[in-house]
């Protein structure tokens, strides 16, 4: 066999095998892989306080979808669509509680770190739903108005090392994520949350926590554009500030939290002119609250299985120091038993009551039975 056949036969080879052994060791980049959860949670409550007596109704309060997904090396989205009832009850709305884009830090030496922007946690309540059943209702801040739970703005965490805490601080626009930009003022919010015995030696004290954290916002004059008849527009701001510290330990047989707060918010008064002129007044609030969740036949035996556990909560409320005999209370008390014997189902049977000396200040009177339902995914 002559040279020039063994060489146009060598090439024919070369081309044949080439696209399968480029095939061979080329793969198709993998998908990035979409991680999905919930949470869903209702009650059917009867209210038995005077003027809402015999009042009832079935209600899906909440439902929470997680969607996260990495977008590239330590670059990850998430988006929770959170389904709610409408205020006047006759519906539910769809929107973004939160929808952010993350970058994380390469750890070193035990420091990790991480960068947000979009929808995203406010200072503290994300926080303290790591401690109180959110499906349980609100935390105390929440609940009588401190701010919300979640808002647009950048945020960056650093976590320490050895599971010492982290320290959180966020810049957003400071009225929520339910709510629209309205003016030019930001809030500026941060925490640190510190847990001194996490070296694991100290039992139920392994997740002690100290978590003091601050709020410094304001909103705009009711008379920012001025108008007929006034002085002029009022460019500066009202006082919108926060402050507060929570403590707690968090192990599957006993919860324990406990935080107080302050609020300072700018009232106006006057109508701008000279006849009447604006005045400006800081009225200062105070919040306390205390709850726990407890296993008890875990407490006594680690091995138990039992599905049983209970509620108790109490929060303290003051619109207004400096009128003292106007307060408010919210006590609660639930029993809760996991459904199937799985934490991922739950049911409780609560019984709640709103009074104080004023309640028209901050909520109406209440006196509620509850069975309340959760299911995570």
Known sequence: MS???V??????????ASPLAVGAQTTAPAAPR???SGLIFGAFQYQTAAGARNNN???????????RMPVADRLSIRVTADLSAQQSGTGHVLRDKYAFLQYDRVPSKGWTGFVRAGILQTVTIEHHETFWPRWMGQTAVERFGYFSSADVGVAGQVGFPNKRGEAYAVISNGAGYTKPEADRF????ARASYTPLASGKHGLMTTFTVSPWVEINQAASKFVTGGAGQIGAVGTGLSRNRYGVFVGIRDPRLVIGAGASQRIDGTESGANTGASPRTVTDVTGKLYTFFTVVRPFQLVDSTSKSPISFLARFDQVQPDTKLSSQSNHMFEASM?????HSKRAQIAFDFQEQLGTAPTTVVAPLKMFQVRLVTNF
């Open 34 to 36: 979409l991680d999905f």
């Open 3 to 5: 040279l020039s056949i």
């Open 336 to 340: 809760i038993i996991d459904v199937a």
């Open 7 to 16: 060489l146009r036969r060598a090439v024919a080879a070369l081309c044949v």
């Open 186 to 189: 930001k809030s500026f919010a």
């Open 57 to 67: 109704k079935f209600d899906v309060e909440r439902a929470y979808l997680n969607f």
